[in-house]
């Protein structure tokens, strides 16, 4: 059987013998002295607590004014990079150097199996084939099976691989496909009576528009290799993102919607990206507002950002609603320049470097 756990009142009963005798003679002294010095102290501090007061109603506490500010959507609407961006010469004489030595890993070109003996095509190819002893359009005169093969490297301020040399050169070869394309074209005295004359041929767009010649900074048509933002003028003079005061129960990205129309008004197709803000600013006024019916004190702005991407159309401010004199569309760098250092400190983040 396994033993039962008694109390000592219990087991001094069981042995015959008496509480003190069975316990020790110092834990019954310690605890006495105990039990007397709790209850000393819990009569000594009913004796010396002053009387509780009842408490004091709300009503007769004086309620400080509570702080707020007011909250606004801005919107920062961009125009993505219409092509790509502008080359390193490092980066055009490497991608050229790459080209030459395709062309020597390459197999060599069958040109029968594309052009047929003697057709105006194939006298065509034998003239561009003496003309730049290789079968590519845009790498310049070089020999990919002979004795210089090896030199396939640009020296320093070559310009053959530049961008525009090369649009050059895959203009003129197309040009040569235009004669020999040409109806009057039957064989290689009509290739070169053809040849002879000019061949309209319709040429790719410049990457360097009429807006980037004059300055026109309110043409979307300008900086295709950039991201460009909406910027806009208010009554006092500060240039900032478009931006509207917050309407009750309305979401951000509603009130982004709503701003951009009231702004730049509705000859835009744009896209408010998301429901979360982007960037933050806030402003202080010099002097806190009071409204005593509302119990609240106002101490400034803070105005939340939403992404945008305008797809069509262009901003026109003959109708807008929120005071605006004039609008802009500018680079990063730009943006800088014209807004003041602590709005661009914290509103630079969200603004992407292309």
């Not at 009509?190 to 040429?203: D, I, N």
Request: charged share 25%.
């Amino acid at each position: 059987m396994q033993p039962v756990a008694r109390s000592s009142t219990a087991l001094s009963r069981a042995s015959g013998l008496s509480y003190q005798q069975y316990v020790c003679p110092t834990c019954i002294r310690s605890a006495k002295r105990r039990r007397y010095a709790s209850g000393a102290a819990a009569q000594a501090v009913q004796e010396t607590a002053p009387p509780q007061q009842p408490p004091e109603s709300r009503s007769s506490v004086a309620s400080s004014p509570r702080p707020t500010y007011q909250l606004r959507t801005g919107v920062a609407l961009s125009r993505p990079p219409q092509i790509t961006r502008e080359l390193h010469p490092f980066e055009t004489a490497f991608y050229f150097y790459q080209k030459r030595l395709n062309e020597r890993l390459a197999l060599p070109f069958m040109r029968y199996f594309y052009y047929k003996k003697g057709t105006p095509s194939d006298l065509v190819w034998k003239r561009k084939m003496k003309e730049r002893l290789t079968p590519a359009r845009d790498i310049g005169k070089y020999r990919a099976y002979g004795k210089e093969a090896w030199n396939d490297e640009l020296l320093v301020g070559d310009k053959l691989s530049d961008q525009q040399n090369q649009l050059d050169s895959l203009s003129q070869d197309a040009e040569v496909l235009s004669i020999a394309a040409s109806p009057e074209v039957s064989d290689a005295a009509g290739v070169e009576q053809a040849a002879s004359k000019e061949v309209p041929l319709e040429k790719g767009a410049e990457r360097v528009t009429e807006a980037d010649r004059v300055g026109d900074l309110t043409s979307l048509n300008r900086l295709l290799q950039r991201t460009l933002f909406l910027l806009v003028k208010d009554d006092k003079g500060r240039w900032t993102f478009p931006t509207s005061k917050l309407q009750r129960g309305e979401a951000l990205d509603q009130a982004a919607e709503r701003c951009l129309v009231q702004a730049a008004g509705s000859n835009m197709n744009t896209w408010v990206i998301g429901h979360n803000p982007v960037g933050h600013y806030a402003t202080h006024l010099p002097a806190p507002v009071q409204d005593a019916e509302r119990d609240t004190v106002e101490l400034g702005q803070k105005d939340f950002f939403m992404k945008g991407r305008i797809m069509a159309g262009q901003a026109n401010l003959a109708d807008n609603k929120l005071g605006l004199t004039e609008f802009r569309w500018l680079a990063r760098e730009e943006i800088q320049k014209l807004v003041t250092p602590r709005y661009w400190s914290m509103t630079e983040a969200m603004l992407g470097e292309r």
